[in-house]
């Protein structure tokens, strides 16, 4: 649109300098002509009173030659006479002409002096006047001067009145030429150019595009070339699926979108997904009074299933958080995303102001709980009463959706719905349940200061499959479930039988879509350009990537990087830790006294260590996108996961996918669920600050050779077990239960 108004602009902008330009001409001849009309007439009307009035100045009979003069007043355009004697002084004139105009003239004396007539314009009292004067005679000697005045200001009339009409006539000219031009750039151009797109698109989908030149005779040549393109792309998609569906029963190949939507055909025909977490993949937020604009949300959740339901299409359900998305949705909350490629629905379902204690719970209870981060689990009646209430209403929503699907398959995600399994297999048995544990499952002996402990475990044993990322917490999940409840437990298969339904818990560790750095910006300048916009302008580079919580160890990472300087200072003025650390549950207190907290720590190192422009640390708090924070991975000489305790933390395997040069080090806690998948990191306790520090100087010591042989290590197993194929082991292992 902007273009098309940018063209519209330009040709009006044209044709207004050109009809401009005609109507400057035409208002100088206009006013030239009637210039040169007004001076004849008035020539002649003066050579037509000199023969009256010459021979009585002759006798010097002025009264006489005042009633002439008056005789003369009030006609057409004249405006008055005069009369002056050979020493230029006013012997008689009309009353209309002002004395002090009358007396100021000096044009009198140059006609008695030259003997000659002439005439001027001239202006008095904002009006504009034709002065002509003839010289007087008596035999061969001049005795005076007869004066015309005419009134020249019709003139400036008449040439205004020719701009008016000729603006008038622009104005018309440019309100039909810019819509003609519009008209015609919307048929010619834009109306084929939009189908051309939709063609594209429609080809990018999945779609067969294509386009008949007949319509488009001045797009012929590109309309050919999109329709073989077309063809071309189909076909493509086509050998890609058939070369995924032969390739599905062998292991060692790698798994990809393609795979996974050959996989889910074979497995689910045609069954849709339907997935339920509180976090939703995206967030619509309003910017000004109209403008809207949407953001991916920092969550390793939203990382990891995001791509999965790119790959198989269905239903998310989520708590719809932004403050724009109800203008975004639908009636029912539904709309179709991600935004620029819709590829599957999203469901939000919207929470009251009595539902908040549902995130209370969340992560001040059983976040705090599932991690050991020495934070006290705060458990109050009213949350729990909310959480169970918010549990219904997403057990009520996803009823609606699945009221007629045969057999349909649900997948709950995470924390906040531990009561949503059962709600579904009570209203629906026939439904395959899924719950997948994102974080820690804690001892038993931790998890039973829970008061609500035996609710929360019956509520997840109504799925059919409890997946966790690592064989431990599966251990400690039958630990807890064995001194809690009454139900038969399988060690040796790994399941539990409760109220006659049997639960599988099984390891599903969760990974990242492996792209091989293909989405990351390869101009290096181009992105130490954006680190130095930051203010990082070191020749070593660290870089922390998490969510401003507790659990991430941002404030021991700080420590340590304090603890590198005092034992290394050679690094003074040549490392900086660019934390980013976007707000997570900011209106919960906890977190933002951390906040608080990482804002003044970062602030009393930097003005302990400080040199010129340079400081140890710069911390960041805004969200980054993904391709962002790939760009920033790519740049990183140590990559610092040193979280207090994760279930897995997806950050440490995005800076290796992002790492195709098989470059950088990436030091990483012992307590997350990816120090047992990436064996080629440093390992490191996250409470000591000087087994980090000292990870650190390793890792900006460590040969290009050393850095490429474990960045290759952990390449292959990022590779070889991403998102897909958790995504496919996953549902199988759900789907073969019958």
Request: glycine residues 6%.
């Amino acid at each position: 649109m902007k273009q098309v108004i940018l063209m519209v602009f330009i040709i009006v902008v044209a044709v207004s300098v050109v009809v401009l330009a005609f109507v400057f001409f035409q208002a100088s001849e206009e006013r030239l002509k009637l210039s040169v009309d007004l001076q004849y007439r008035t020539q002649l009307l003066a050579d037509g009173l000199k023969e009256s009035i010459e021979p009585l100045s002759v006798t010097n009979s002025t009264s006489t030659l005042q009633r002439i003069i008056e005789r003369f007043e009030n006609r057409e355009r004249l405006v008055g006479l005069a009369l002056y004697n050979s020493e230029a002084l006013l012997l008689a004139a009309s009353e209309e002409l002002p004395e002090e105009f009358l007396q100021s003239l000096q044009l009198v004396p140059r006609v008695m002096d030259r003997d000659e007539s002439l005439g001027e314009f001239l202006s008095a009292s904002g009006t504009d006047f034709y002065v002509f004067a003839e010289p007087l005679h008596q035999e061969e000697r001049v005795i005076g001067a007869f004066v015309v005045v005419q009134n020249a200001g019709y003139i400036n009339e008449s040439i205004l009145d020719v701009w008016q009409r000729n603006l008038v006539r622009l104005l018309v000219q440019i309100v039909v030429l810019s819509v003609a031009i519009a008209f015609l750039i919307w048929l010619l151009f834009l109306k084929p150019l939009r189908r051309f797109a939709e063609s594209v698109k429609s080809t990018r989908l999945g779609g067969r595009g294509s386009l008949t030149s007949d319509e488009h005779s001045f797009f012929d040549p590109l309309a050919n070339e999109i329709t073989k393109m077309s063809s071309s792309l189909v076909q493509a998609r086509s050998a890609a699926s058939e070369e995924a569906r032969m390739r599905l029963e062998k292991l060692d190949t790698p798994w990809t979108a393609e795979r996974l939507q050959e996989f889910i055909k074979a497995h689910l025909k045609d069954r849709p997904i339907y997935v339920v977490s509180n976090r939703e993949p995206y967030v619509h937020e309003k910017v000004g009074r109209k403008e809207m604009k949407w953001s991916v949300p920092a969550s390793g959740l939203v990382t990891a299933l995001e791509p999965v339901m790119v790959a198989c299409g269905g239903v998310w359900l989520a708590h719809g958080s932004g403050n724009a998305d109800k203008q975004t949705a639908d009636a029912n909350g539904k709309l179709r995303v991600p935004p620029d490629e819709p590829k599957y629905t999203l469901k939000r379902v919207w929470l009251s102001r009595e539902d908040e204690g549902h995130g209370r719970f969340s992560n001040e209870a059983l976040w705090p709980l599932s991690h050991m981060a020495h934070t006290r689990p705060v458990f109050r009646e009213e949350d729990w009463t909310a959480y169970r209430r918010v549990n219904g209403k997403f057990a009520k929503e996803l009823l609606k959706e699945i009221k007629n699907v045969q057999r349909p398959l649900v997948l709950v995600q995470d924390f906040h719905f531990t009561l949503l399994p059962s709600m579904i297999k009570a209203a629906r048995p026939d439904a395959q349940v899924g719950l997948f544990w994102h974080i820690p499952w804690p001892s038993a002996e931790l998890f039973s200061i829970c008061p609500w402990r035996k609710e929360i475990l019956e509520g997840m044993l109504g799925a059919d499959i409890i997946g966790f990322h690592t064989q431990q917490y599966c251990n400690n999940f039958m630990d807890t479930v064995a001194k809690t409840i009454e139900a038969r437990v399988d060690f040796e298969h790994f399941s539990v039988t409760h109220t006659g339904h049997a639960s599988f818990i099984k390891p599903f560790p969760i990974s990242i879509a492996f792209t091989n750095g293909r989405e990351a910006d390869g101009d290096e300048k181009a992105n130490r350009s954006v680190l130095e916009g930051l203010g990082v302008r070191t020749e070593f580079v660290g870089l922390g990537v998490d969510r401003l919580d507790y659990t991430k160890g941002i404030l021991e990472r700080f420590k340590a990087i304090e603890f590198l300087f005092d034992m290394h200072p050679e690094y003074m003025e040549k490392f900086t830790l660019l934390q980013i650390a976007p707000i997570s549950r900011g209106s919960l207190e906890k977190y933002q006294k951390y906040s608080e907290d990482v804002t003044k720590e970062a602030e009393r190192i930097n003005a302990r260590f400080t040199r010129n422009d340079w400081n140890p640390i710069v911390l960041e708090k805004r969200h980054f996108t993904h391709d962002e924070l790939k760009n920033f991975y790519r740049i990183a000489n140590v990559c610092l996961v040193t979280s207090l305790h994760d279930g897995m933390n997806l950050v440490a395997k995005e800076f290796v996918a992002a790492r195709d040069d098989e470059a950088g080090v990436l030091i990483l806690s012992q307590m997350t669920g990816a120090a047992r998948d990436l064996k080629g990191a440093l390992l490191v306790n996250p409470y000591s600050a000087e087994e980090m520090s000292e990870a650190m100087h390793t890792a900006l010591q460590m040969p290009e050779v050393e850095q490429r042989r474990r960045i290759k290590t952990m390449r292959e197993t990022v590779k070889n077990y991403n998102v897909y194929r958790w995504s496919a082991e996953l549902i199988k292992a759900l789907t073969n239960l019958g």
